[in-house]
């Protein structure tokens, strides 16, 4: 009994220990074969997901992955969600003004998937009037891009296959990423496309770590680097080679082009990359007096807007009570903001250098939601009036459009509009098409909500119009519309105020508005909140007037039922 209990006592003390060691919380994105991405068992794996296996035991901490979206690992890394970054990640200067990296662990180089019958052949041929150039945000590639080829279009996509198959449609002249993944997706359109694997420039691939505050030294970057030189050292890299990358291996080898993991050479440059001082803001008083003053009527309708106007004022009572509400909306604002300082390190230059670039997709926003409201009006009244016909094959028509695009995800309407729909009519005006599949979904709903104000009117108000001598359409006009009109006001405002909203779904098919335009300005910095605050901030300046002109509507025309 007592070897028994001494048995269960270490037992229990050995679980208790695993318990309090604190885990290893290693981000990635798992859609990038064979580096990262989920088996046929539904579980990570690849070449990153082993190293990071192999770090945990070497650091001897549990192991848990975060399944991220590629561009948004940095943000998670600065704000303490995640310990490290293993995801193919290049290391170059500009992350490193954000972020740190270990001692490089993989030598690539950047490639191009081109047209199988393109004349590209090298960067030179990229550098000709009108090409264009696909890339996917946040990612060395489109930065190249957007540096070495200033005269071309550059278009960017949230997703490899995206890209590829912008090439393969013809819709873009060339993909700039790297090596292995050029190589992947030119096997999956070989009939379509070429794969040029000569490295228009070397990258160097690295675990990327959290900036240390204060100008602490990062424990964990010297524990990563004595790692990865170990697991080289012990031919590890090999291994991983022959499991995943064997054929990858053997053709860039009878290219003569050095494999990924044939020769690493350390990064020296980032401890004086990191001791620069930062650059000092430009000034541009016309960007902050019209932003500003944008800010400023935002505020004063918010305030009309929510402010109670049916009752008279309680005195002090009522303003002590706004004096409280903001006391503890600012003190909540000041413990989150002050909570994340603590960890996240502030990097404001790069967004301001892009200021004019984000203003401009803001208003780009602004026309493509008017341009969508005006179409998805008439698209809503055509359904109505078609749903009313005495012809029952466009009745049963327009219930079916209806339902069907109700059914259906608007990105799954973009992505099918765009790809296929529009390709079987060459049509490749990405603005237009864009505005118009927008404006089909909204209609859907419009029509809708029109149909049910119309259904809400009392037949009786019909016939008695028609009865006194009013034709079909004056008793729609003049009695029936009117009232529906009415009822309707609110859920069509609200209508308009999301379409301004679901406009930010058309970057997923390179539409440069508001939101495209901070995921660029954010993917080239590196940066993560310092884009997202600029752009919730940006529509509210556009939905906040929108909602005080729809109450105001809605108080013009309000009656009495």
Same mark, same amino acid.
């Given at each position: 009994m007592r070897i028994l209990l001494s048995i269960s006592l270490i037992c229990l003390a050995g679980c208790t220990a695993v318990q309090d060691r604190e885990p290893l919380v290693v981000g990635m994105e798992l859609t990038y074969p064979p580096f990262e991405f989920v088996n046929e068992d539904g579980n990570p794996d690849g070449v990153s997901v082993?190293?990071?296996?192999? !770090?945990?035991?070497?650091?001897?901490?549990?192991?848990?992955?975060? =399944?991220?979206?590629?561009?948004? !690992?940095?943000?998670?890394?600065? $704000?303490?969600?995640?310990?490290? &970054?293993?995801?193919?990640?290049?290391?170059?200067?500009?992350?490193?003004?954000?972020?740190?990296?270990?001692?490089?662990?993989?030598?690539?180089?950047?490639?191009? %998937? &081109?047209?199988?019958?393109?004349?590209?052949?090298?960067?030179?041929? %990229?550098k000709a009037p009108g090409r264009t150039i696909v890339a996917r945000l946040g990612t060395t590639g489109?930065? +190249?891009?957007?540096?070495?080829?200033?005269?071309?279009?550059?278009?960017?996509?949230?997703?490899?296959?995206?890209?590829?198959?912008?090439? $393969?449609?013809?819709?873009?002249?060339?993909?700039?990423?790297?090596?292995?993944?050029?190589?992947? #997706?030119?096997?999956?359109? @070989?009939?379509?496309?070429?794969?040029?694997?000569?490295?228009?420039?070397?990258?160097?691939?690295?675990?990327?770590?959290?900036?240390?505050?204060?100008?602490?030294?990062?424990?964990?970057?010297?524990s990563v680097n004595d790692f990865l030189k170990q697991f080289r050292a012990s031919g590890k890299f090999e291994i991983l080679a022959d499991r995943y990358l064997n054929e990858e291996r053997q053709l860039v080898r009878k290219l003569g082009i050095p494999f990924i993991f044939d020769s690493v050479a350390t990064v020296q440059a980032h401890t004086e990359i990191n001791a620069k001082a930062p650059q000092q803001l430009q000034e541009d008083w016309l960007f902050v007096l019209l932003v500003g003053a944008l800010i400023v009527m935002t505020i004063i309708t918010f305030w009309r807007l929510t402010r109670d106007s049916k009752t008279s004022g309680g005195g002090s009572?009522?303003? !002590?009570?706004?004096?409280?509400?903001?006391?503890?909306?600012?003190? !909540?604002?000041?413990?989150?903001?002050?909570?994340? =300082?603590?960890?996240?390190?502030?990097?404001?230059?790069?967004?301001?250098?892009?200021?004019?670039?984000?203003?401009?997709?803001?208003?780009?926003?602004?026309?493509?939601?008017?341009?969508?409201?005006?179409?998805?009006?008439?698209?809503?009244?055509?359904?109505?009036? *078609?749903?009313?016909?005495?012809?029952?094959?466009?009745?049963?028509?327009?219930?079916?459009?209806?339902?069907? &695009?109700?059914?259906?995800?608007?990105?799954?309407?973009?992505?099918?509009?765009?790809?296929?729909?529009?390709?079987? +009519? #060459?049509?490749? =005006?990405?603005?237009?098409?864009?505005?118009?599949? %927008?404006?089909?979904?909204?209609? /859907?709903?419009?029509?809708?909500?029109?149909?049910?104000?119309?259904?809400? &009117? *009392?037949?009786?108000?019909?016939?008695?119009?028609?009865?006194?001598?009013f034709s079909r359409v004056q008793a729609f006009r003049y009695v029936i519309l009117p009232q529906a009109i009415r009822r309707v006001l609110p859920a069509v405002a609200g209508l308009f105020i999301i379409l301004v909203k679901d406009s930010s779904l058309l970057s997923q098919i390179a539409i440069e508005e508001f939101t495209k335009r901070?995921?660029? /300005?954010?993917?080239?910095?590196?940066?993560?909140?310092? @884009?997202?605050l600029p752009l919730a901030v940006g529509y509210l300046l556009i939905t906040i007037p929108l909602a005080y002109l729809a109450a105001r509507l809605e108080r013009r025309f309000a009656y009495e039922s």
């Amino acid at each position: 009994m007592r070897i028994l209990l001494s048995i269960s006592l270490i037992c229990l003390a050995g679980c208790t220990a695993v318990q309090d060691r604190e885990p290893l919380v290693v981000g990635m994105e798992l859609t990038y074969p064979p580096f990262e991405f989920v088996n046929e068992d539904g579980n990570p794996d690849g070449v990153s997901v082993r190293m990071a296996e192999a !770090l945990a035991d070497y650091l001897d901490r549990p192991l848990e992955i975060e =399944n991220l979206k590629f561009d948004t !690992l940095i943000t998670a890394l600065k $704000s303490g969600n995640i310990d490290c &970054v293993i995801s193919s990640m290049t290391a170059n200067d500009e992350r490193r003004q954000s972020i740190d990296f270990s001692d490089p662990y993989v030598t690539t180089g950047l490639a191009m %998937l &081109v047209g199988k019958d393109s004349e590209i052949e090298g960067l030179e041929d %990229l550098k000709a009037p009108g090409r264009t150039i696909v890339a996917r945000l946040g990612t060395t590639g489109e930065n +190249f891009a957007r540096e070495h080829l200033p005269e071309a279009t550059v278009i960017t996509m949230q997703e490899d296959p995206a890209c590829a198959l912008e090439v $393969s449609q013809g819709k873009a002249d060339a993909w700039i990423y790297d090596q292995l993944s050029i190589f992947a #997706h030119h096997k999956n359109h @070989a009939k379509t496309t070429r794969a040029l694997l000569r490295p228009l420039r070397p990258e160097q691939w690295a675990v990327g770590l959290r900036k240390p505050k204060s100008g602490e030294k990062n424990k964990l970057r010297a524990s990563v680097n004595d790692f990865l030189k170990q697991f080289r050292a012990s031919g590890k890299f090999e291994i991983l080679a022959d499991r995943y990358l064997n054929e990858e291996r053997q053709l860039v080898r009878k290219l003569g082009i050095p494999f990924i993991f044939d020769s690493v050479a350390t990064v020296q440059a980032h401890t004086e990359i990191n001791a620069k001082a930062p650059q000092q803001l430009q000034e541009d008083w016309l960007f902050v007096l019209l932003v500003g003053a944008l800010i400023v009527m935002t505020i004063i309708t918010f305030w009309r807007l929510t402010r109670d106007s049916k009752t008279s004022g309680g005195g002090s009572g009522e303003l !002590l009570g706004y004096v409280l509400i903001w006391l503890l909306v600012s003190g !909540l604002c000041y413990f989150v903001f002050a909570s994340l =300082n603590e960890t996240y390190t502030w990097n404001w230059q790069g967004i301001w250098r892009r200021r004019w670039q984000i203003f401009g997709g803001w208003m780009r926003t602004i026309w493509i939601s008017l341009a969508a409201l005006v179409l998805c009006s008439g698209v809503g009244i055509a359904l109505v009036a *078609g749903s009313r016909s005495g012809f029952r094959p466009l009745r049963f028509f327009c219930r079916a459009y209806t339902e069907i &695009v109700r059914g259906s995800p608007l990105l799954v309407v973009l992505l099918v509009g765009y790809y296929v729909i529009a390709q079987a +009519f #060459h049509a490749n =005006n990405r603005v237009l098409i864009g505005v118009i599949l %927008l404006a089909l979904f909204a209609g /859907a709903y419009l029509g809708e909500i029109l149909r049910g104000g119309i259904d809400s &009117v *009392g037949k009786t108000q019909f016939d008695s119009a028609r009865a006194v001598g009013f034709s079909r359409v004056q008793a729609f006009r003049y009695v029936i519309l009117p009232q529906a009109i009415r009822r309707v006001l609110p859920a069509v405002a609200g209508l308009f105020i999301i379409l301004v909203k679901d406009s930010s779904l058309l970057s997923q098919i390179a539409i440069e508005e508001f939101t495209k335009r901070s995921e660029s /300005a954010r993917s080239a910095t590196y940066t993560g909140l310092e @884009a997202y605050l600029p752009l919730a901030v940006g529509y509210l300046l556009i939905t906040i007037p929108l909602a005080y002109l729809a109450a105001r509507l809605e108080r013009r025309f309000a009656y009495e039922s």
